[in-house]
């Protein structure tokens, strides 16, 4: 069936640093891609998302390009803040209607000044 | 745009009682809405999905006679836990779409502790 592996975390990084978490799918057919962020309380938002092979999602800094040779979906920002330390899953949705969401296990990420 | 609200946010019960949470979408309507549960410092585990107006389909190991789903409307569906037990303490999170979008917009989540 269809999957998505994460990196395992946490990721600690200094304020200003590069950062990259590593998605990869598993899927038939030809999935859309997800980044959700869960900040320390709080439900999933939507961080970016992807609907098919080479497109880029990006927000608040944070990019995603969908890679269907590599079948992956990394997520990356060039200068991350304190703010956003949070919990980042990797997510695919069948492109058929009413397709649940499946989830990658979670990165934690924390930034520290 | 695209808000789910859940109520209560947190809920504390004794064993053998059931809780009801409430998923709404604010300002569209929801065709599918999904149910899911997480563990801590897990992902989310989607439990069923259900459409307005017909039953809901439930995942592998997930009981439908335990975890009851309503979606008797466009803008709302229920989650009761039938005869909680400490197991069933979670955090459970809805999401909602509409019509053929693949977005999901998440509710901020429901914590059920049951002592």
């Known amino acids: 069936g269809d999957s998505v592996t994460q990196m395992e975390g946490p990721v600690t990084l200094s304020e200003e640093a590069f950062l990259t978490i590593n998605c990869t799918y598993t899927?038939?057919?030809?999935?859309?891609l997800f980044w959700y962020v869960q900040y320390p309380g709080e439900g999933l938002q939507l961080l970016l998302k992807?609907?098919?092979?080479?497109d880029k999602g990006s927000n608040k800094g944070f990019e995603a390009t969908y890679r269907k040779e590599t079948t992956s979906f990394h997520l990356e920002k060039g200068s991350v803040q304190v703010s956003d330390s949070a919990v980042y899953f990797c997510?695919?949705?069948?492109?058929?209607?009413?397709?649940?969401?499946?989830f990658g296990k979670g990165t934690t990420l924390s930034v520290s000044s | 745009g695209a808000v789910v609200s859940q109520h209560p946010s947190w809920v504390i019960c004794k064993s053998g009682t059931s809780v009801k949470i409430e998923c709404r979408s604010l300002?569209?309507?929801?065709?599918?809405m999904f149910w899911y549960r997480q563990f801590p410092k897990q992902s989310l585990m989607l439990m069923a999905t259900?459409?307005?107006?017909?039953?809901?389909?439930?995942e592998q190991g997930v009981e439908k006679d335990k975890f009851l789903i309503n979606h008797a409307s466009l803008t709302l569906s229920t989650l009761t836990v039938t005869s909680a037990h400490p197991e069933d303490s979670s955090f459970y999170i809805c999401?909602?779409?509409?019509?053929?979008?693949?977005?999901?917009?998440f509710g901020p989540g429901t914590r059920l502790l049951v002592l």
């Open positions: 999401s909602a779409r509409t019509g053929s979008q693949e977005t999901q917009y």
């Open positions: 259900s459409n307005e107006g017909s039953k809901a389909t439930y």
């Open positions: 997510a695919l949705s069948g492109n058929q209607a009413g397709t649940a969401l499946i």
């Open positions: 300002d569209f309507q929801a065709t599918t």
């Open positions: 992807a609907t098919k092979a080479d």
């Open positions: 899927a038939t057919g030809y999935p859309s």
